[in-house]
């Protein structure tokens, strides 16, 4: 039976071990080193001094011990109008 | 962090404001930025800014196109009498071409047009080879338009998901992605982060995936059964390796950006990265489950399902123990109420294609209305909610200036969400009614159809919604580009007002 969906076999053992050797050679390459920092990339250090309207007091107070005062967000800082803006 | 030795100047710079050097220092200061860093995001932001607008307006043109063609269909499956006269509004005609533009011209254009915005920003540099990347996109857009008006003229190939025939659309759409295709990479190739984000691999990934999954969806000598496992191996493996690949990574990116912290788990976003890729290829053909295949090629595919648990729960802990205890946030973040609701919809239609492809639940579910409900929980409640949060958050960015109208995002947002809520609650009721009634030798198959009245009334309503949410959304985003008078009532986003940097004198004075 293997002939009918020979295609699709092959295809499948390849989308398989590609990536497994990919992994391998992203492995190998060091593509995973330092993890913490890696996950980090995506920020600036404005991004831990925006003031936060939904967050906790405990985890603000925080903020400001590590990071300093806090900037205040301004319109369109999280992805869309301004919550004043009604028009 | 140093700054490009040769920055890119073009139509961008010629059609926006310019600040000096000294204003770009000014902006940084008093952002907390150091003016380099600064300068590599608007850069990134201006280099991108002409190719996503446009995929974004082309997406969002296709996205009323296919829903309208997705009420016409949905309509006549209660009322098949409508608009009958018509050959190319036919049931099969329409619904066809509904799928195209929905998920090729809408998401898949829309998607791409997010990874060409996010991949320079993730990997500190301008967006390489725009003109090629334009390109891509107007051929891409083409090939879109040939094979649904081919569709409509009732030229098809036959395949679901495949229809579009591949003479006359395959080369646009071939060609158009693989140029896109090759500005990312060669983006990614000139990178100047060290690091690559987890989104980088997802988006590399979809770009290596799809031109495989084509290939072998097209190749054009199947015969028979050959066909449908061709077909499903194609038309599964496009939501896993394509439109959630592409969703995943915006969704790893815009939560924790926009929340302001780190995943909740980077190490499992790589676990869930790697077991997607290894496992999912073998998904497809649990939709054949009864059918006319080699045992061993279902079974197979019902365990690589159930395989799917790994990445699915690594990328749901990740995804929701980040906004665990910051759900206010979504009170102020339409791009992240879409992308939140999103990655719970990814959670939600996973776990359930898992369950499905049991045969106990597949003996139900196989044949019914189900399956249309959980491909919309997936391509629309996951992929298409991702795509609006990701627009919301990128369009600012682009020109420089606020969303005109909160009520109008809440509209959106409430029409979308009560449309597709109504839409999967009725269809899914629908499906299993429909399949208990099909198991029962002692129903008629009319009554197993007449069950699903109600379930199929209740989708047109949930779709007319959709709709509407569409219009909405199209009409706010038209008056954002096109009328910025009266978008500039309000503020611009922080530190990217005027994305362009530099005079020609500053430039000079930088050197």
Request: no cysteine; hydrophobic share 50%; glycine share 8%.
């Amino acid at each position: 039976m293997l002939p009918t969906s020979l295609a699709v076999a092959i295809a499948t053992a390849a989308m398989t071990l590609v990536p497994a050797l990919l992994l391998l050679w992203a492995w190998r390459r060091g593509l995973f080193r330092d993890l913490d920092a890696q996950s980090r990339v995506i920020f600036e250090p404005r991004d831990w001094r925006i003031e936060r309207p939904w967050e906790a007091p405990s985890d603000r107070l925080a903020r400001e011990a590590a990071h300093g005062p806090l900037e205040s967000p301004q319109p369109g800082e999280w992805g869309g109008a301004g919550r004043s803006d009604t028009a | 962090m140093s700054a490009p030795d040769t920055p890119r100047f073009g139509s961008v710079e010629a059609a926006r404001g310019r600040l000096t050097l000294e204003e770009v220092g000014a902006i940084a200061s008093s952002r907390g930025l150091a003016p380099e860093d600064l300068e590599v995001r608007l850069r990134a932001d201006a280099s991108s800014r002409r190719a996503v607008l446009a995929l974004f307006a082309v997406a969002l043109g296709w996205l009323i196109i296919g829903t309208i063609f997705g009420d016409i269909a949905s309509i006549k499956l209660h009322s098949p009498d409508f608009l009958t006269r018509t050959s190319w509004l036919t049931f099969g005609r329409v619904r066809t071409a509904h799928l195209h533009a929905v998920n090729y011209g809408w998401a898949t254009a829309a998607l791409i047009g997010m990874a060409l915005w996010l991949m320079p920003r993730l990997v500190h540099t301008e967006l390489k080879g725009v003109p090629i990347a334009i390109g891509g996109a107007v051929l891409f857009t083409i090939g879109i338009a040939a094979g649904i008006v081919a569709v409509l003229a009732g030229w098809s190939d036959g395949m679901e998901w495949l229809e579009a025939p591949r003479w006359l659309a395959g080369p646009f759409l071939v060609i158009g992605g693989g140029l896109i295709g090759l500005s990312l990479f060669w983006t990614v190739a000139s990178r100047k982060s060290e690091h690559l984000y987890v989104s980088v691999w997802y988006i590399l990934g979809a770009f290596i995936w799809f031109p495989m999954l084509y290939l072998v969806g097209k190749w054009p000598t199947y015969v028979g059964v050959e066909s449908a496992a061709a077909n499903w191996f194609f038309a599964h493996n496009v939501l896993g390796f394509w439109l959630t690949a592409l969703s995943v990574g915006g969704a790893y990116y815009f939560i924790p950006k926009v929340l302001g912290r780190p995943i909740y788990s980077y190490q499992l976003s790589i676990v869930g990265f790697w077991s997607l890729a290894m496992f999912y290829s073998l998904n497809g053909m649990h939709h054949l489950v009864g059918g006319p295949l080699p045992t061993w090629m279902i079974t197979t595919s019902i365990v690589a399902s159930v395989f799917m648990f790994i990445p699915v729960v690594a990328t749901a802990i990740n995804l929701h123990m980040t906004v665990v205890g910051r759900f206010g946030a979504l009170r102020y973040s339409p791009t992240l109420r879409f992308v939140v609701l999103g990655a719970f919809a990814y959670t939600a239609v996973s776990l359930q294609g898992s369950f499905t492809a049991l045969r106990e639940v597949n003996r139900v579910t196989h044949f019914t209305h189900w399956t249309v409900a959980h491909s919309h929980v997936g391509a629309y409640a996951f992929v298409t909610f991702v795509a609006f949060g990701a627009m919301y958050y990128i369009v600012p960015r682009l020109v420089g200036h606020e969303w005109p109208s909160e009520r109008l995002i809440r509209w959106h947002f409430n029409l979308v969400l009560a449309g597709i809520a109504i839409y999967v609650v009725a269809l899914s009721w629908a499906g299993v009614a429909q399949g208990l009634a099909l198991l029962d030798p002692a129903t008629p198959f009319q009554e197993s159809l007449r069950r699903t009245l109600p379930g199929l009334w209740a989708r047109t309503f949930g779709g007319l919604l959709l709709t509407a949410g569409h219009l909405v959304f199209a009409y706010h985003f038209w008056i954002m580009v096109r009328t910025p008078e009266r978008a500039r009532r309000t503020r611009p986003p922080f530190h990217e007002a005027r994305p362009v940097l530099y005079t020609a004198e500053a430039e000079a004075a930088r050197r």
